[in-house]
């Protein structure tokens, strides 16, 4: 008897959004700038935290914020202050930004996010386009 309505053993074809790499290695290479061993931490947390999303990506909470769309995306803490921001589909989990909460750009990544998600059309097609799978 299972504890939740989630498939436990379900296994999750997460696919990452090309420019999530870039934002992720300018994240590294600007903790690398002022403390080596941070960033190395930051990179084993964030690829560890992107590959646990493989398995019982729900376990991560809905990402609440007044600009997003309601229950759609969630979020992965990573290291206090970053978030991986994902959404997960049938079997497929969608990553698509990693966000710098202390960053001036905050706010800016979160409305590019909501007009990301205004285009869904548009976006749901640029996501079957890359299959850049982790």
């Known amino acids: 008897m299972a504890a939740s309505h989630y498939e436990v053993d379900q296994e999750y074809q997460v696919i990452v959004d090309p420019s999530v790499y870039d934002r992720m290695f300018h994240h590294f290479m600007f903790l690398a700038e002022v403390d080596v061993d941070a960033a ?69 990544r979160i409305m590019h996010l909501c007009l990301r998600h205004r285009t869904e059309g548009i976006f749901v097609a640029k996501r079957l386009a890359h299959e850049t799978i982790l």
């Open 40 to 108: 190395r931490k930051l990179e084993q947390d964030m690829v560890a935290t992107l590959r646990s999303l493989s398995f019982l990506p729900q376990r991560h909470p809905y990402y609440d914020n007044p600009h997003m769309p309601a229950k759609r995306y969630r979020a992965a803490q990573v290291c206090n202050y970053h978030r991986i921001i994902f959404v997960v589909e049938v079997d497929k989990v969608y990553v698509d930004d990693i966000i710098d909460s202390r960053s001036q750009y905050y706010s800016w």
